[in-house]
């Protein structure tokens, strides 16, 4: 059981330990107050618990379906799957979107008999929740993170993170269109019904956790007005938030709060950062992963640009570099236990790709904004 728990909540456990190896070098004080960051934990948690509560009335199985079963052929159903997932990270979070999308990958490609193309599939739907979060600040938790911490204006944020976004869908779809064949595909109908008056209530209360996040509302009340509707509404979903992915966060801002005012560290990464915040950051990805990245990196620099760019492309590569990465893989090898090495030698070179190919793009587009602001 504990070995389990441990393996479920590895990045929880690995957080809590380095929060505990810095609070030996930094004993608590009252600094530490400052370091949690309690608009970006409510925003997190309002979120979280809404998707949950539509995932318990089957709202987002039941919208995939339908979009999919306009479609005759395996090569649209497979970009269907995939853009899905796309939109859903923009709106639900990487996570929560691959948790809800990868179950629905697996049925079509399983009753079609098109069970080949899962790893591909899997893959680029990972790839799809990692880079389709990027462009909403509500779409990855380092994007929530960051958007609070550095009080980045909503338009601008989209802005910033727009090209790459624009990029990452040419390239998912080039992938689709060449590596799936159109081959017909049939997906049997089946009727689902959702609950008109809890489906109206949870989008009502999902308008209200985008509005939080925009700052249109007040944090607080999304912590009053959220948890209140759900415990007559829907108690399993406060249970189901993903509570470990919270404390996480409260680990990590120990631990990246404590390395800020360690002297060497400091000066250490803020030489790096200076060097290239985009490389450093999409570099830190590959070996802590994007969230704690940002947390971390946030300290040092106060070009959130790059860092926002650097820790969004990052999320691709190895197979830490994010989190949502490591559901999928999960999600993989709990369906194909035999495969897990095809899938990890396919999932890298598909990532490193795009990984070489956005960090390059926005280094081109760097060069060229200096050229211009040279000229």
């Given amino acids: 059981m504990l070995l389990q728990f441990i393996k479920k909540n ?52 039941t919208l995939a379906r339908k979009i999919i079963q306009i479609f005759k052929n395996i090569r649209i159903a497979v970009l269907a799957l995939v853009y899905i997932t796309f939109i859903g990270s923009m709106l639900i979070a990487n996570d929560m979107a691959l948790l809800t999308f990868l179950p629905l990958g697996f049925f079509v490609l399983s009753t ?7 790893a591909f599939t899997y893959i680029m739907q990972n790839i799809a929740a990692n880079l389709g979060g990027m462009l909403t600040p509500f779409g990855n938790p380092q994007n929530l993170y960051l958007y609070s911490y550095f009080e980045i204006p909503a338009l601008e944020f989209m802005q910033i993170m727009a090209p790459p976004f624009v990029l990452s869908v040419i390239l998912i779809t080039v992938c689709c269109l060449i590596f799936v064949k159109p081959e017909p595909l049939g997906i049997a109908d089946e009727p ?8 109206v209530l949870y989008l009502l209360l999902f308008a209200l956790s985008i509005l939080i996040v925009f700052r249109g509302i007040p944090y607080w009340i999304g912590l009053i007005v959220i948890p209140a509707a759900l415990l007559t509404a829907d108690r399993k979903a406060l249970k189901m938030v993903d509570y470990p992915l919270l404390l996480t966060f409260v680990f990590f801002f120990v631990f990246s709060g404590n390395m800020a005012r360690i002297d060497a560290v400091r000066k250490l ?24 990245s940002a947390i971390l990196l946030s300290q040092f620099t106060a070009n959130y640009r790059q860092l926002l760019l650097g820790v969004n492309i990052g999320g691709v590569g190895t197979l830490i570099s994010s989190l949502a990465s490591l559901i999928t893989f999960r999600e993989y090898t709990k369906r194909n236990p035999k495969k897990g090495g095809y899938y990890m030698l396919m999932f890298t070179g598909f990532n490193v790709a795009f990984l070489i190919i956005l960090t390059g793009f926005v280094l081109l587009g760097d060069w060229l904004l200096t050229l211009l602001a040279i000229g």
């Fill in 269 to 292: 990464f803020s030489m790096l950062l200076e060097k290239s915040t985009l490389l450093f950051s999409v570099a830190s990805c590959q070996v802590i992963s994007n969230v704690p």
């Fill in 10 to 61: 590895f990045v929880m456990i690995v957080a809590m330990l380095a929060a505990m190896v810095t609070m030996l070098i930094v004993p608590p004080d009252m600094e530490y107050l400052g370091y949690f960051d309690l608009k970006t934990l409510t925003c997190l948690f309002c979120v979280l618990a809404v998707v949950c509560a539509l995932k318990n009335i089957n709202f987002f199985y």
């Fill in 192 to 199: 689902v019904q959702l609950p008109r008056g809890r489906t």
């Fill in 112 to 118: 079609t008999d098109k069970r080949k193309y899962m």
